[in-house]
């Protein structure tokens, strides 16, 4: 089993140094201060492009008919897959999920599944026979740490993105439209979570660092995740163990997350409205949709 | 099985008649295995857990997914804090099958690990290993609580060096996440009835001290309410200290006066009653 490759006593000796004594980290960066967030879409519907400094992460978002689990019969199913390859980073193997995958593959799951930022009612067709499976697939491309973060925004992102094909219901016949017959239309979308990951240093964790890269990550003594949509509310914590902090710093965290979270949100409409804006050639959009205008939040 | 919530702002008595800053009755045992080094059982509620520690030695073959905190296993500075938790099919009221590589399992066990590794000196033991198995052999609320507090109670049984108990318990909220009312009461340690209905954390503090080791929050609530929550949490953090210290102190106590273990040197002048 290849164990990851981790820096050497100098190099964090010199990180450690910088940070307590200078106040200063190896990449220039304020505490608070994200690295550069990109979000491109593929040409299809529900692709999503996500770089964070050097961390890049693909989502697709995929939609199939099948028969829903027996004990939630008015369900459609969603499920979010994760997989670190070696392509990511070389201690990644293939079907042998490290700690680093389960723990991405929950946090995804609590934030956005549980969360319910998916309305999987709307996802049902008929009752206990024929649902919509969406299914997310999260790739990691290149890992230079805080992959939950980057993770979670590319989810919502191609989960926003993505359109199913169009059905109707007629005497018991269920029919699924081609996007050339009727355009594909969005998901029941309720609310867009993000994560925001904290990474501790010091002996007892007193300096707080936002968006962690993969060195400062090798480093560090404890972290927190928060999860928060723009309208402030919290969908999940997770500090699963580390050296103990403040309660109080806790509290200051989750606040400067949600101005965080604000931004994210911000940057995603933008996008996500360039993107329609381009997709849009002729102006014929408005008309082909079949939808009623519904608030997004 | 929806909870009576309008009866909470009635009498402010909560299902099961307690209060809301009253913890459920906390019982435990520690050395509880004879073949074990160390060793504990907790109740809180009815939620029942054992705990067996063995260690720190030798690492034994390393097994595919161990849930490795606090270093890299044999070759590391530190010991090695190895987690692995069993939860009985007969703990909860759905028998539901749980597989080896479940996820949930598998980031309590980590979890576990990490906090237990910051608070235990694991520098002391280079190249070893500490075995911590817990059993949980009833379900009813505030289980991750419950499981952190028979692991601390059992490597304080196993003699292993640490800064301070890690003690942990859960706080929730009396309203839901939607209704934005003001006047919410925050809950202090939740049982499954109420765990299902309310937003709610699990907070695991070091010590008497204000530090928080583990904080996990899985439900919706308005970031307004954290604070009250995370402030009874730790309120509550303080209390199960107290509770487990009283465990552990009676123990000695009794060994002493059994004659199991000889008096130390600083005891002489203390009363044994």
Known sequence: ?297 | MPLDTSAYSLALLRVDGRRWNELRRIHAQIRTQAAADGSSYLEMGHTKVMCVVNGPSEPGPRRGATSGGGGGGGQSKNAEVAVNIVIAGFSSVDRKRRGRGDKHILELQSTISQALAASLHTHLFPHSTINISLHVLSQDGSLLAALINAATLACVDAGIPMTDYVAACTAGSTSTYAANDEGADPLLDMNHQEEQELPGLTVATLGDSDRVAVLVCESRVQVSRLEGMLAVGVDGCKQVREILDRVVREKGIKMIQEGTVERGVGLNDMELD
């Open chain 1, 1 to 297: 089993m290849p164990r990851e490759a981790e820096p050497s006593a100098n190099e964090k000796a010199f990180l450690l140094k910088a940070l307590q004594d200078e106040q200063i980290r190896l990449d220039g960066r304020e505490f608070d201060q994200y690295r550069p967030l990109e979000l491109t879409f593929g040409d299809e519907y529900g692709v999503a492009n996500v770089s964070l400094g050097k961390t890049k992460i693909l989502a697709k978002a995929s939609a199939e008919v099948t028969v829903p689990f027996a004990d939630r019969p008015l369900d459609g199913i969603f499920t979010i897959a994760t997989e670190l390859s070696p392509m990511a980073a070389p201690h990644f193997e293939v079907n042998r999920p490290t700690e680093t995958e389960v723990l991405l593959s929950r946090l995804l799951e609590k934030t956005v599944r549980r969360s319910g930022a998916l309305d999987t009612e709307s996802l049902c067709l008929v009752a206990g026979q024929k649902c919509w499976s969406v299914r997310v697939d999260v790739h990691v491309l290149s890992h230079d740490g805080n992959l939950t973060d980057a993770a979670c925004f590319a989810v919502v992102a191609a989960l926003r993105h993505f359109r199913k094909p169009d059905t109707s219901m007629e005497n018991g016949v269920l029919t699924v439209y081609t996007p050339a017959e009727r355009e594909p239309v969005p998901l029941g979308w309720l609310h867009s979570p993000f994560c925001v990951t904290w990474s501790f240093f010091g002996e007892e964790g007193e300096t707080a660092l936002l968006d962690a890269d993969w060195m400062e990550e090798q480093v560090r003594v404890a972290s927190v995740t928060i999860s928060l949509n723009r309208h402030g509310e919290i969908c999940q914590i997770a500090k699963l163990g580390g050296v103990p902090v403040e309660a109080v710093a806790l509290l200051q965290c989750t606040s400067v997350a949600l101005t965080k979270v604000k931004e994210f949100s911000t940057y995603l409409d933008d996008k996500l409205a360039e993107d329609a804006k381009r997709r849009d050639k002729g102006g014929f959009m408005a008309e082909l949709r079949a939808e009623n205008d519904r608030i997004v939040g």
